[in-house]
């Protein structure tokens, strides 16, 4: 059995997603962000930058990973299936995958705190991250344009960018215009494993679209900047 230590982020739905994909069985353990559970001593013995998503497979002697796309590759790699094994299938695969690592998701994280959750409005902040945010969304859409999925078959490249391409309206990147885009993201959500992965443990961009209060939200973010 393996223990997922998440919360409901892009990064967490990584791991959550790739799992239902992959029908591995789990049990999620919940991490309140807010309230600091991922900085206390228990979690930082599996995740020493204190970050979700980790994982700990019982199948392994209790083996501990973090990096939400380390994780991913080891549940593949488990698995057999979402990452090919020849080598130049394998590195299609994780070049998009370390695009997102290395792109979208910081550049959307950025944009995440200064338009939601600082205090003051820094606009030249804003505008520089939500548009390197739109930028990586058009380098998405031209690969798009050529393939159906980011790298030949569907795999852990699409489910990581699209963990993230999802929350664009949080971020408040347009992604107007981007049609083959538009036409992934709504292809992988309506894909069963990935309706499970994204409320896995709960969904508050969900929420939100339902006129829930996002003051709550927007609160716990800003004490996370400070984590």
Do not use: C
């Not at 959550?16 to 029908?23: C, G």
């Not at 979690?43 to 700990?56: E, K, Q, S």
């Not at 409005?121 to 945010?133: G, L, M, T, V």
């Amino acid at each position: 059995m393996i223990d997922l230590y998440t919360a409901p982020t892009p990064n967490g739905w990584k791991a959550s997603i790739t799992l239902e994909e992959l029908e591995l069985p789990y049990e999620v353990q919940v991490i309140d962000l807010g309230n600091g559970d991922q900085k206390k001593p228990d979690f930082l013995r599996l995740n020493p930058n204190g970050r979700i998503p980790a994982i700990v497979d019982g199948d392994a002697d209790d083996f501990p990973i973090f990096e939400s796309g380390a994780i991913m590759i080891y549940l593949a790699e488990k698995a057999g299936r979402l990452l090919p094994t020849d080598t130049k299938g394998r590195s299609r695969v994780i070049q998009w995958l370390m695009f997102q690592m290395g792109g979208v998701g910081p550049m959307m994280g950025q944009a995440n705190a200064f338009f939601r959750y600082f205090p003051e409005k820094i606009q030249p902040a804003i505008d520089r991250y939500q548009n390197e945010s739109r930028r990586l969304f058009e380098v998405l859409d031209g690969q798009l344009a050529r393939s159906e999925w980011l790298a030949g078959d569907y795999s852990l490249a699409d489910i990581a960018n699209f963990s993230w391409v999802r929350i664009h309206g949080w971020s408040g990147v347009s992604v107007e215009g981007l049609d083959h885009l538009q036409r992934w993201t709504t292809a992988i959500a309506a894909r069963p494993a990935v309706e499970r992965g994204v409320n896995v443990p709960t969904n508050p961009v969900a929420a939100e679209s339902k006129d829930r209060d996002t003051s709550k939200l927007v609160e716990s973010g800003r004490s996370m900047l400070q984590r």
